[in-house]
Each structure stands twice: as C-alpha cells, then as structure tokens.
C-alpha cells in the first residue's frame, strides 16, 4: 500500500505543490529531501517535474504542480488526493505533518 504525499514549496504568493504517490511517509521522505533537495533551485527543479511516483521519479499520467493561495487551500488540495503527508521548502528548510496534524514540524535528521 502506498502512503500519499504533497511535496511543496513556498512562493511569494502561496505555494507550488506535486503530488508524490509511494513511500511519503517522514522516515523515507526527509532524509532524500533534506540531502538531496536543499536549495531552492534544486526544489524548483523537483516540484517542475509535477506528480511523482517516487522523489524524482515521474508519475504514469501525473499532473504538473499546482498553485494555491494559502495553507488552507493546500491542506484542501492534500484530501482531496487522500495524501497523509505534507512536506513543505520554506527559507532553506523542510516543515512537514500528518494531513489531520494541527502543527508543523521542522525537519531534523
């Protein structure tokens, strides 16, 4: 069974989001997003790619990224797609939670 994600970054007026179907959860994600993903070029290039199988790996009939306008609309954009985790590039840092979490974590590995 996969565990769904929404790879994200913040924008000057919302965020950029792919939808990443396999192995979202934080033990797999963060250590390939901090390592390789850690400048905001390198997420550009990420999120440019849209909707992923895997980090880097494209999605047979994936999307490309969205924009929405603010976190609730992304939090809306992640059940819609029965994602369980969000993981979001603000300042050269990685933020993530469960879809249903109230709070954000700051990435640490």
């Not at 992304?74 to 059940?79: D, P, Q, R, S, T």
């Amino acid at each position: 069974m996969s565990t769904r994600s929404l790879i994200a970054r913040k924008t000057a007026d919302g965020f950029e989001a792919v939808y990443c179907h396999n192995d979202g959860y934080p033990g797999h994600h963060l250590p390939i997003l901090e390592k390789g993903y850690s400048t905001d070029k390198a997420v550009e290039a990420l999120i440019a790619g849209g909707d992923m199988s895997d980090i880097g790996k494209p999605y047979p009939d994936g999307e490309a990224a969205v924009y929405v306008a603010n976190e609730e609309a992304l939090l809306a954009n992640a059940g819609a797609r029965w994602v369980a985790y969000i993981y979001v590039f603000v300042d050269g840092r990685w933020f993530y939670k469960h879809r249903n979490d109230s709070a954000w974590r700051v990435a640490t590995i």
